[in-house]
């Protein structure tokens, strides 16, 4: 081959083999040395931990909980420091105004941790045995794989004991 000159690394291929009629994509030879191909690409979507029913019963669980005690209840999903205590309670105080009659139920699926944190308002309305109590509810659920069931019955359990709304 003389200075200068390009071999053709693809003779002889033929629209078969560079991805052609009958691949699931589109394929060429180009400029002798180069191969151009197109592909399509979905988008991966992200695993959600809950169903739309599940976020509805959860969601219903939720209001129902705060209308009926006026406790203000929210739920966390997701990691948790390495003192999960600490930072379920830092999220609680975060709240601000509001944290004295809040109630925060923080779970850690991949580190299998759970934290219920009430305000020092709603803690004269739900005892520390019904806080175990939900706990353990929840815990129980999630062992069967039900996280959203777990949480809906804890707020079912905690809205029973903390009592209507005080007017």
């Known amino acids: 081959m003389a200075p200068g000159e390009v071999a053709d690394s693809h003779a002889g291929a033929t629209a078969w083999e560079a991805g052609g009629p009958g691949s699931d994509h589109g394929a060429d030879v180009v400029s002798f040395t180069r191969v151009s191909v197109a592909r ?3 988008a991966q979507t992200p695993a959600l931990p809950f169903t739309t029913q599940q976020l509805t019963r959860l969601d219903e669980a939720l209001t129902f909980a ?5 406790v203000a209840f929210s739920v966390y999903l997701g990691e948790l ?17 509001n944290a004295p ?15 219920l944190v009430t305000g020092s308002v709603v803690s004269r309305r ?3 045995r019904a806080a175990r109590l939900a706990v353990t509810a929840m815990v129980a659920s999630f062992r069967e794989g039900d996280l959203a069931g777990g949480l809906v019955s804890a707020l079912r359990m905690l809205a ?7 007017r």
Do not use: F, N
Request: charge should be negative; charged fraction near 25%.
């Open 126 to 128: 739900i005892t520390d």
């Open 81 to 97: 420091e390495t003192d999960s205590r600490a930072h379920a309670e830092q999220m609680l105080a975060g709240l601000g105004a």
């Open 101 to 115: 009659e809040s109630v925060l139920i923080a779970v850690s699926p991949g580190a299998r941790v759970v934290e």
């Open 160 to 166: 029973d004991q903390a009592g209507p709304a005080r």
């Open 40 to 42: 399509h690409l979905s």
């Open 66 to 70: 705060g209308r009926e005690t006026g």
